[in-house]
């Protein structure tokens, strides 16, 4: 049965405009790595999985965003995502997405529904 219940992922003030913060969370036992990005005052979370091979997106920590801040990229081949979708526009997975994790904003914090 799935639980679908919220699990605080950080307090909002940690994450700046064009930021990203890593965010891992233990569910069942297994660790699960994600990140939560701050975009024109909207927050976005998405597994840290690149649908390319599936290694981590990120190889310095909180770091996922191109040197524009326009899109979330890969750092290991160069995939770029729209920050608002996960849709990847260019690289070896393009048309795939990154997996988005639903959100929710409760007394300051940022909460992460997992399915
Ligand atoms: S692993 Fe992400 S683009 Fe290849």
């Known amino acids: 049965m799935s639980s ?9 003030d940690e994450i700046m405009e064009n930021e990203c913060v890593d965010i891992k969370i233990t569910e069942n036992k297994k660790q699960k790595s994600l990140f939560a990005v ?8 998405y597994l840290n999985s690149c649908p390319h091979i599936g ?11 191109s040197h524009n801040d326009n899109h979330i990229i890969c750092s290991t081949h160069g995939a770029l995502f729209e920050i608002e979708t996960g849709f990847c526009i260019s690289g070896p997975c393009i048309n795939k997405n990154l997996a988005q994790i639903p959100t ?3 007394n300051n914090a940022l909460f992460i529904k997992i399915p």
């Open 4 to 12: 679908n219940k919220l699990t605080k992922a950080c307090n909002i």
């Open 38 to 45: 701050k975009k024109n005052g909207s927050f976005y979370v």
């Open 55 to 65: 290694t981590p997106l990120n190889l310095i920590p909180n770091k996922f965003l």
């Open 104 to 106: 929710t904003i409760k």
